[in-house]
């Protein structure tokens, strides 16, 4: 049986399908990958081309270096991908996978551009969202983000 992966963007415009095993993972700390995920890097997994398909919509890109081109969704400002040109796989934004936990980093790059306090960050205090809401305010927060999984349509007609 073919491992199979999916994601999307937050809005659920944009999904894709991977038929087999992802490659690489890592987490870029460049600039453009900074800028380009509006945080301190970015979390990126390989997976060749042949076995990577949108399933619904398009993303718009952007070319960000004379080579390199990163997707996203037009609609909600999701970043989807990172594809450099004449390289091979096209990297996918981890955290727009379904299960992000299947991609589990195994490398660093960029470091020249790594933030001075990223290394601080697993030892900060953490907390989780509950610890510090009532519940009335947690009905408020409800997700209107595209769920973890495929569906038929997005949104769903009501």
């Given at each position: ?6 994601g ?24 453009m ?105 947690l ?20």
């Amino acid at each position: 049986m073919t491992e199979i992966h999916t994601g999307g963007c937050q809005c659920g415009a944009i999904r894709y399908r991977i038929e087999g095993p992802l490659g690489g993972a890592g987490f870029c700390h460049c600039r453009m990958c900074q800028k380009a995920f509006g945080s301190f890097g970015a979390p990126l997994v390989s997976v060749p081309p042949e076995r990577f398909t949108w399933t619904r919509g398009e993303p718009a890109t952007f070319r960000s270096s004379p080579v390199v081109a990163r997707g996203f969704c037009r609609d909600c400002g999701t970043p989807l991908f990172m594809l450099e040109d004449d390289y091979g796989p096209i990297e996918i934004a981890i955290g727009s996978l379904d299960d992000p936990n299947a991609a589990a980093p195994d490398h660093v790059a960029g470091v020249e551009s790594k933030l001075t306090w990223a290394d601080a960050l697993p030892g900060l205090p953490a907390k989780r969202t509950e610890d510090d809401r009532t519940p009335q305010d947690l009905t408020k927060l409800r997700s209107l983000q595209h769920p973890d999984h495929e569906t038929a349509e997005w949104p769903v007609k009501r």
